[in-house]
């Protein structure tokens, strides 16, 4: 049934499916952080749906809040209605906001997607700012509707002006540390005040707290904190994307915690439907200058993936995941990075909390003095295949996708992080041989 299934799909699918292509399985059973495929493996889902699943597959109280609904026969879809469960979503989720944004905090369901409250979000910067620029950063993601698309990395559209995002280990400006985030800033302010520049006003700027697919990036905390500043003195409202580093994912509720900025929109999706689809966005009250209807859709907020929300957000916070994320992502990162040192193959080990980024260089190749090696997308490659036959799904990202990126569940214990941490390893050494 296994292979009859993976060759039917591979047959009728399109050209575009991607998980699908690195990863020959037929998940049939998983919970927690535990996968089962049709042919009876199991593996260990460092992927989480992309970092949706924050407390890993079938959590027993995102069964309970879904059941809950069903059985209460309250109507599955009513567009965008006020209902209880929706009323709760959004008292739960206001809770874990900044303080300063949720005193005066809009919400606006969305979605389904995360590529849909990005949208939303830049056409709502746009409308009320009656400006048309958008400023986001080089190795962004922010999704494939054609706004978002042209806000990512590779994206080319007029409106988007790149600017550069700081990086330790390939530092534009090949610096790094301190001196190459003030560079960044310096670049960022430089362009805002040059009239002359042809750059049309911006209209918002956008930035992930901690770039996911660009490779793991995390944003260093002062050079957010001069962002934030630099947006604020020009009146440019800050969005935050955090559709995957929302929920404790980077060892705070929200990644915009660590530097302790306030944005004026937030853009969540992923871990908040707690496995189900939800996206909404959250702003300050005086850039809600939609008319009725200006932003629709059909899709804003389904019960069942509010109810699942709410129950996930809940037990984050009631349980200290985030904290948990912390110490554990400190300590995966300090065990890779000690594998690292050993093995020139392994560039860099980076992250936050348990969004985790193993960069893979080829350390033979001729590089200027200084700088790091090239990526080795073939070894990356190699290794995520190594992973599977050890029972460990991992994802590759980064622009050259020679980044092996973790995701693991927040709930993940002490001997599933060892466990993970000894078939990656293994399996690094075994790729690179
Ligand atoms: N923004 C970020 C930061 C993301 O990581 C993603 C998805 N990986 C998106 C937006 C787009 O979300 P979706 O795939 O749900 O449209």
Known sequence: AHLGILRRQASRESAARTYARSLPIVPVRARGVTIEGADGRRYLDCLSGAGTLALGHNHPVVLEAIRKVLDSGAPLHVLDLATPVKDAFTTELFATLPPALAARARIQFCGP?????????????????GRSGVLAFTGAYHGMTAGALAASGGGREGRVTRLPFPQEYRCPFGVGGEQGA????????????????????????????????????????????????????????????????????????????????VPDVMVLSKAIGGSLPLAVLVYRDDLDVWRPGAHAGTFRGNQLAMAAG??????????????RADTLGARMLGRLREFAAGHPFVGDVRGRGLMIGVELVDPAADTPAGTPPPPAPRIA???????????????????????????????????????????????LAAAAR
């Open 381 to 427: 490659t190699a290794v995520q295949r190594a992973c599977l036959d050890r029972g460990l799904i991992v994802e590759l990202g980064g622009r050259r996708s020679a980044v092996v990126r973790l995701l693991p569940p927040l709930t993940l214990t002490d001997e599933q992080a060892d466990a993970v941490l000894d078939r990656l390893t293994d399996a």
């Open 182 to 261: 003030e560079l960044a800033a310096r670049w960022t302010e430089s362009l805002l005040d040059d009239t002359k520049s042809g750059v049309p006003e911006a209209s918002c700027l956008l930035v992930e707290p901690v770039q996911g697919e660009g490779g793991v990036n995390p944003a260093p905390d002062a050079w957010l904190r001069r962002i934030r500043k630099l947006t604020e003195d020009r009146s440019i409202p800050l969005i935050a994307d955090e559709v995957q580093t929302g929920v404790g994912r980077t060892g705070r509720f929200w990644g915009v915690d660590h530097s302790g900025i």
């Open 113 to 129: 997607a995360g590529t849909d409250a990005v949208e939303a979000a830049l056409t709502l910067t746009r409308t009320a700012t």
């Open 310 to 323: 709410a129950a996930t957000l809940a037990h984050v916070r009631e349980n200290g995941l985030a904290d």
